[in-house]
């Protein structure tokens, strides 16, 4: 069966640039230590999964729908514009994108959507006729993890595919439950507010017990606990929000057929792409 890989570049783009041990310069003393962390770590990542089908998607900039649901939706990020060269990972993003053109692999800015968006779209559309790796750290993919869908999360040897297993293992609930665990949660990478008094064990055994957030509302009297009956009531608009906010379907057009995707990694190396792109 066929392998696509799905890679979250703003994802990847950050945990390289800020995980790199220093601010590294080349010989004409530009910082490329975005570039040659992300490069490396989409080569290792392409070892590891070995690919037919390859992507890398980058958030564009505009408006996001997810604002208009909830302002406070990502209002904890750092305005980027206020970054200096030095500390904005964006700074590099030109050398990426010079990089991925000389591997020659397809990448875009999402235009209408967030990333998140079509990369669901991708694994949705697709992930009946073919395995489907999504490398990326935000949680929101776990909610489409089935037998043919899985993240990876990359860390060198610490790297860890999740799949079925690891999230009934980790959450005590399967994929489709994800989002309701997550919008009773909250999530504070994405300032996303969840109830109040409810932390993963008291969420995964109300899933576990009433299986959606839809049924927990509706029998919020049958729930024991005084306290946790009273946050889902209290706030069951809230819950409502975050569903939407954290959904993710295949409402997003892809930006390329999947024909247009087909890669074979040839062992080229880190240094000779950022050589051959003029940076070393």
Request: aromatic residues 10%; charged residues 25%; proline residues 4%.
């Amino acid at each position: 069966m066929d392998k696509f890989l799905i890679v979250d570049g703003h994802n990847l783009l950050f945990q390289m640039f800020y995980g790199m041990p220093s601010r590294i310069t080349n010989k004409d003393g530009k910082a490329i230590q975005g570039t040659l962390g992300f490069v490396g770590a989409l080569l290792k990542i392409i070892r590891m999964t070995e690919p037919s089908h390859l992507i890398v998607l980058f958030d564009g900039e505009h408006e996001n729908d997810r604002t208009n649901l909830d302002p406070q939706y990502k209002a904890n990020r750092s305005d980027d514009l206020r970054m200096s060269e030095e500390n904005n990972p964006f700074s590099q993003l030109p050398d990426i994108y010079d990089a991925l053109d000389f591997l020659g692999i397809k990448h875009i800015e999402a235009s209408e959507f967030e990333a998140d968006d079509v990369i669901a779209s991708y694994s949705l559309s697709y992930g009946k006729d073919m395995k489907i790796i999504i490398s990326s750290f935000d949680s929101d993919f776990f909610q489409l993890i089935d037998d043919n869908i899985s993240v990876l999360r990359y860390r060198g040897d610490k790297t860890v595919l999740c799949d079925l297993e690891y999230i009934q293992n980790k959450y005590g609930i399967v994929p489709k439950q994800y989002v309701d665990f997550k919008s009773l949660t909250g999530d504070n990478a994405d300032n996303i507010k969840g109830a109040d008094k409810i932390g993963p064990k008291t969420a995964s055994q109300l899933l576990c017990e009433f299986g959606t957030i839809d049924n927990i509302i509706e029998n919020a009297e049958k729930i024991k606990k005084p306290s946790i009956q009273d946050s889902i009531v209290r706030n069951v608009e809230r819950l409502k929000t975050n569903q939407k906010l954290i959904h993710l379907d295949n409402k997003a057009k892809p930006p390329f057929y999947i024909d247009e995707l087909f890669y074979s990694y040839n062992g080229i190396t880190t240094n000779h792409v950022l050589s051959g792109i003029g940076i070393k």
